[in-house]
C-alpha cells in the first residue's frame, strides 16, 4: 500500500511540485492525499490543483494567534485524508509541541542548511557571513528541537565569491527539488539510509 502523504505549505510551493510530480509514478511508495496552505493567497495552492491533488487553507489568521485552534483544524483536515506522513515544504507556521508529537516520526521538513548549521531564518546570509566554502540543505525528521530532529538527507553546493544571499537561494533550490522528493522515497519505503547530494 502506498503512504498518504499531505503536504503542508505557505507560498510558492515550489518543493511541494517537485514531490507531487515525483509522487505521479504510480510505483513511488507515496501517494499525494492533499496540500494544505495556512495562508489562502499561497501560489502553490493553484499548482497543486493544477497537478491533480486537492489543495486547501486554514487560514491562521481566524484563528487569532491560538496556535491550538488552527492545530485542531489542522489535525482533523489531515485525518479526514487519511494521512500516514506529512511533508512540509514552506510551511511558515510554528507547530506546538502537542502536534509534533502527535505526528512524531511521520514529519519531514527541508530546510535551507547544511544542518546543524544555521537553523532558523536568513541562512543563505548567514553562510556567506560566516565564510562557508559551501552551502547546502536538509531534509530532516521534525521534533520539537526547532531544525533539529534526526536528518534524513543533505545536499550540498560551492559558494561563490560573487554570491549573494538571493543567488546562493536561487541555486540551491533546484538541490532541494531533488533532494526532499529523493528522501521521501526512502523514507515512504521504510528506507532510513540517509541521502547525500553534491551539486
Ligand atoms: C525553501 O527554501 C525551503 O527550504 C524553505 O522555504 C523555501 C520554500 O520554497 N523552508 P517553496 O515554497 O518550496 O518554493
Redesign the pocket.
Known sequence: MRKRVAIL????????VSLLRDMSDRQHPALPCVVVSNRPDAG?LAKATELGVEALAIDHRIFKGDRAAFETQLTRTLEEHGTEIVCL??FMRVLTPGFIERWAGRML????SILPLFPGLHTHARAIDAGMAIHG?TVHEVTTDLDAGPILGQAAIPIEPEDTPDSL?AR??PM?HKLYPAVLRRFAAGDRRKVSLLG
Not at 505549505?9 to 511541494?16: E, V
Not at 521538513?109 to 535551507?112: A, C, M, S, V
Request: aromatic share 0%; proline share 5%; hydrophobic share 35%.
Open positions: 505549505i505557505s507560498g510558492s510551493g515550489s518543493n511541494m502553490g515544504a514552506g521538513n527541508i530546510h535551507p540543505c537561494a540551491l533550490l532541494e
